[in-house]
Structure formats: structure tokens, C-alpha cells
């Protein structure tokens, strides 16, 4: 049995992760490209995982069937991503490279959910006994490099690309995530697919809403990197009018204090 004290840590741990996010700090090794290399990479095998497992709900969320991933599923998926790590992204084109990380940190984290069954939230599933979540732990071996979920996103894809759309396309499996793609990234449809995802986030409650009692809800992504979207707070209001202009009149008119939520409940399909 947990003790009071040591429940009362892990909530602090717990909340103290809630509220903050690592900063953008480039890993040069990563940041070569070859822009002459037209060759596309092969991402059918995530393709299929995908279509055999994900499912997109009423409201337009996506959630992922774990419960139902077989031997057939799992060798497809290991697969997968035994081929990205055979492969090194670097004598490819930067469009190529940016849907190849993509494709492989959301393949990685659906491994980590199937690696814990039973766990009802990706916080649950770090290494050891104080981790919140996965992040931090070496998850492949690539070009000699030992490579955490976390290096992906914060080493790799934001720092090399400084594109805010990155975090709606970078799953960590919970509710209140951007949607897992149903289709694999690729390099050659990455910028219309980047531009799908935020378009599709950003009109979900879970992105902006208002209560009933007229406060402004916004996604915690918007406090963890605020700093990926805009300056300030009036800069961030001036990018959601752009992208909610339906919401535009009362974002122009609230000046009171943005409640940030997030759900981190797994994104598994409901039974």
C-alpha cells in the first residue's frame, strides 16, 4: 500500500510535470540533410497498423484498439519500426526526415502503451518507479545513438524545424493529445498534412473552448510551449482568431484568466 507521504509526492511529481515542458536544445548530430536525395521512404507497414487499429470517433478523436493488437499486429509494428531505425534520416531530404521522426515517435509511443497493459494513462509508464511517463528512457538504438522519445521531440523536431504545427502531429497518447494521424506521414504530403492536423485540433473543445460560465479553456500545449506559438499572450489570441474565426469576437473581448486543461486518460478505443 502507497503511503499518505509518498502519495502526496507522487502528486506533486505528477503536477510539477503538468506544468512544465523541456526547452528546445539542438542535437547538431541530427540537424545534416541531403536536399538532393529525392527518394521517398517506406511507411506502408505503419500504414497498415493504422488502418487495422485506429479509429476515429464521433466527435472526430482518434483512438487506437490496443486491446486488440495481436501477434500479427505487434510483428507488423516492431517491424516497422526495426526499419526506421535501419535506416538513418540523414542522407534524406528534410521532408522526408521531418515525417520519418514523426512516423517513428508515434509508432514508439503506441509500443510503450502495448508494453503496459492495464495502465489507464501514458503517465504511468515510465522506466522506473518515480518516472512520469516514458519520455526520458532510451527507446532505440540509432547510427549509435541511444534515442528517448523526449531527444525526438525536443532535441530533433522542434529545434530543427521551429514549427509550432509539430505538436498536432506528435501523439502521447492521451484524450486530450492531438489526434494520432490516421495516415502515415510523408515527406511529400507532410506541409498539407501538417496544416490538417492543426486545422482539425484547433476546432475541437479539447483545443479552445468556452465554459458555460464564459471562462476561456484552452489545451495546456498552449502553457507547456507558449513560447513555440507566440511571444505573448496577445500574440497567442491574435494566432487562435486566425485559426477559430468563428471564436474571433469573444477572444478579442475576454481579458480575464485562461484555464488550461488537459486529459491524460489513454486514448484507447472505448469498450
Known amino acids: 500500500?502507497?503511503?499518505?507521504?509518498?502519495?502526496?509526492?507522487?502528486?506533486?511529481?505528477?503536477?510539477?510535470?503538468?506544468?512544465?515542458?523541456?526547452?528546445?536544445?539542438?542535437?547538431?548530430?541530427?540537424?545534416?540533410?541531403?536536399?538532393?536525395?529525392?527518394?521517398?521512404?517506406?511507411?506502408?507497414?505503419?500504414?497498415?497498423?493504422?488502418?487495422?487499429?485506429?479509429?476515429?470517433?464521433?466527435?472526430?478523436?482518434?483512438?487506437?484498439?490496443?486491446?486488440?493488437?495481436?501477434?500479427?499486429?505487434?510483428?507488423?509494428?516492431?517491424?516497422?519500426?526495426?526499419?526506421?531505425?535501419?535506416?538513418?534520416?540523414?542522407?534524406?531530404?528534410?521532408?522526408?526526415?521531418?515525417?520519418?521522426?514523426?512516423?517513428?515517435?508515434?509508432?514508439?509511443?503506441?509500443?510503450?502503451v502495448l508494453d503496459h497493459p492495464g495502465k489507464g494513462s501514458i503517465q504511468q509508464m515510465g522506466r522506473w518507479f518515480f518516472s512520469i511517463g516514458p519520455w526520458d528512457g532510451e527507446m532505440i538504438e540509432l547510427a549509435g545513438e541511444s534515442i528517448s522519445l523526449g531527444a525526438i521531440e525536443h532535441r530533433i523536431l522542434r529545434p530543427i524545424w521551429k514549427d509550432h504545427r509539430i505538436h498536432f502531429v506528435v501523439n502521447c497518447a492521451s484524450l486530450g493529445c492531438p489526434n494520432l494521424g490516421a495516415r502515415a506521414y510523408t515527406g511529400q504530403a507532410i506541409e498539407a498534412m501538417l496544416d490538417q492536423a492543426q486545422r482539425e485540433f484547433l476546432q475541437h473543445p479539447r483545443a479552445v473552448q468556452f465554459d458555460e460560465d464564459g471562462s476561456l479553456v484552452l489545451s495546456r500545449i498552449f502553457n507547456w510551449y507558449r513560447s513555440d506559438f507566440a511571444v505573448d499572450r496577445s500574440a497567442l489570441f491574435n494566432y487562435l482568431t486566425t485559426q477559430r474565426p468563428d471564436l474571433a469576437g469573444r477572444l478579442n473581448d475576454f481579458h480575464g484568466k485562461v484555464i488550461y486543461r488537459y486529459d491524460w486518460q489513454l486514448n484507447q478505443t472505448p469498450r
Request: a negative charge; zero cysteines.
Open 1 to 112: 500500500m502507497v503511503g499518505p507521504t509518498l502519495t502526496l509526492l507522487l502528486a506533486f511529481l505528477m503536477s510539477a510535470a503538468a506544468s512544465a515542458a523541456p526547452a528546445a536544445e539542438l542535437w547538431s548530430r541530427w540537424d545534416v540533410a541531403d536536399e538532393g536525395n529525392p527518394t521517398s521512404l517506406d511507411h506502408s507497414a505503419w500504414q497498415n497498423f493504422l488502418d487495422r487499429f485506429v479509429t476515429t470517433l464521433a466527435d472526430n478523436r482518434t483512438v487506437v484498439d490496443y486491446r486488440s493488437v495481436d501477434s500479427a499486429g505487434r510483428r507488423l509494428l516492431d517491424g516497422y519500426i526495426e526499419h526506421l531505425t535501419e535506416t538513418d534520416p540523414r542522407s534524406y531530404n528534410r521532408r522526408e526526415q521531418l515525417a520519418y521522426w514523426i512516423n517513428l515517435y508515434n509508432a514508439l509511443t503506441v509500443r510503450v
